[in-house]
């Protein structure tokens, strides 16, 4: 059984940053891309960011390139998302994923936790 626990979400306001977190087996981090996606309400589920098993490609979406980076730590089999300069248009469930595709890892997927971002 493959297991992703997300961390780290919250509300906070415009500009301000949070930071989430991604747990998961030694074999999953060392044998999968992983990903984090997000769906807002009544909206798709879309590629936020990525990252390929060795850690030396990564993928964002348009929208936050420049204020999102994802990386991995080796150390706690643990993928991170760092968040900066939160929109109120980023507010959305994100969800942590792993898979075998590049730049859309969605074969395993966490259950998700909520980033809400308002003034």
């Known amino acids: 059984q493959v297991q992703l626990v997300e961390s780290g979400g919250g509300l906070v306001q415009p500009g301000e940053s949070l930071r989430l977190s991604c747990a998961t087996s030694?074999?999953?981090?060392?044998?999968?891309?992983m990903g984090w996606f997000r769906q807002a309400p009544g909206k798709e589920r879309d590629i936020v960011a990525a990252i390929t098993w060795s850690g030396t490609e990564t993928f964002y979406a348009d929208t936050v390139k420049g204020r999102f980076t994802i990386s991995r730590d080796n150390a706690k089999n643990t993928v991170n998302l760092q968040m900066n300069n939160l929109r109120p248009e980023d507010t959305a469930v994100y969800y942590c994923t792993a898979g075998g595709s590049m730049p859309t890892p969605g074969q395993y997927w966490g259950q998700g936790i909520q980033v809400t971002v308002s003034s």
């Open positions: 030694e074999r999953i981090f060392h044998n999968y891309n």
